[in-house]
């Protein structure tokens, strides 16, 4: 067993020495300069495809995700995208003095789930929530349903806020149970 591993070494050192020509044996150094120039290449033509794709603007990807929703979203002189899939109730609106009760999932445009109420509605004044929503909850009577599409200037901005990373637009699926005038309580 011995001699078989020593002639098994042996073979491809023999066989380096019989095919090896020294005029063209590349050295470590030859080998390292071709690596670096393949590298260097694969960096150039990296820069050239960012250069020729710029990033999607916020604006088009909003509209990119409504469109792959296959939603007929209107949008708010705000910059607010909404779909109403129930208006609600006859013509009477929160205000922003109000408090709301709703039932709500938020998620960002990748689908990841960030809040939302169970089986439980939530109330809140409706001047304490983010811009987006005082804009968009309004837009439902008692009982109405749809969906928000907010850009992030209209939620948290730049700020990472939880699970939400700073610069995201937001997603959320809105139910308005009812409202009541702070006034009355």
């Known amino acids: 067993m011995k001699n078989l591993f020593r002639i098994a070494l042996a073979v491809p050192f023999f066989a380096l020495i019989a095919c090896g020509d020294t005029n063209e ?17 694969v960096e150039e033509e990296t820069n050239t495809v960012e250069e020729e794709a710029p990033e999607m603007s916020k604006e088009a990807e909003l509209l990119a995700y409504i469109d792959e929703k296959g939603w007929d979203a209107q949008k708010h002189k705000s910059g607010l995208y909404y779909v109403i899939d129930e208006p609600g109730e006859g013509d ?21 789930k960030f809040d939302g109420t169970g089986e439980t509605p939530a109330s809140f004044p409706l001047y304490q929530l983010i811009s987006g ?3 968009g909850i309004p837009l439902f009577g008692k009982g109405g349903k749809g969906k928000l599409i907010i850009p992030s200037d ?29 006034e009355d309580m």
């Open 154 to 182: 209209l939620a948290y901005g730049d700020r990472d806020n939880r699970d939400i990373p700073g610069g995201s637009t937001l997603m959320f699926e809105i139910e308005l149970i009812d409202w009541q005038s702070t």
């Open 133 to 135: 929503w005082q804009i």
């Open 25 to 41: 044996t590349n050295t470590a150094e030859d080998e390292t300069n071709d690596v670096v120039d393949q590298t260097n290449e």
């Open 92 to 112: 009477a609106r929160p205000g922003l003095m109000d408090e709301v009760t709703i039932f709500y999932q938020g998620y960002l445009l990748d689908g990841h």
